[in-house]
């Protein structure tokens, strides 16, 4: 929780760097609250016919939509892409698969033009994977 906690404090920040760990328990995190999300618009009956999704569902989403965005180009600056490369996803399947490959993908050692490595020691503790 304390990593989706940490996305959302940093809602539109797209510059610095987001470990594999961050983005990983952010997309958990976040799956578990839109299925629950869209399991009580349906249990509540507000579910809009046809869809299957209600505004409990719509309004999640869209409070979380930007810090995905956000942790998601922060993830690929961690491994030395530019943020743009989140438009890779519009090329029909190979680029959500290369997306992927670039998220599972471990950090660029050292710090690279958008900062320093996330897995460095910070506060005087190393950090795990």
Known sequence: MKWFLKVLRQ????S???RRKEYWMYSL???IFVTVASILDNATGMAIEG?????IYIIFVLATLIPG???????????GKSGW?????LIPIIGVI???VLAVKDSQPGSNQYGENPKS???GELLDN
């Not at 490369?85 to 996803?89: G, H, I, R, S």
């Open 121 to 123: 020691i910070e506060d």
């Open 51 to 55: 869809i299957g999704y209600g505004p």
């Open 98 to 100: 290369w997306l992927l």
């Open 29 to 31: 995190i976040n799956f």
């Open 11 to 14: 809602y539109a920040d797209f």
């Open 69 to 79: 965005i956000a942790v998601s180009v922060r993830r690929l600056h961690d491994v």
């Open 85 to 89: 490369m989140l438009f890779v996803a």
């Open 16 to 18: 610095g760097r987001a």
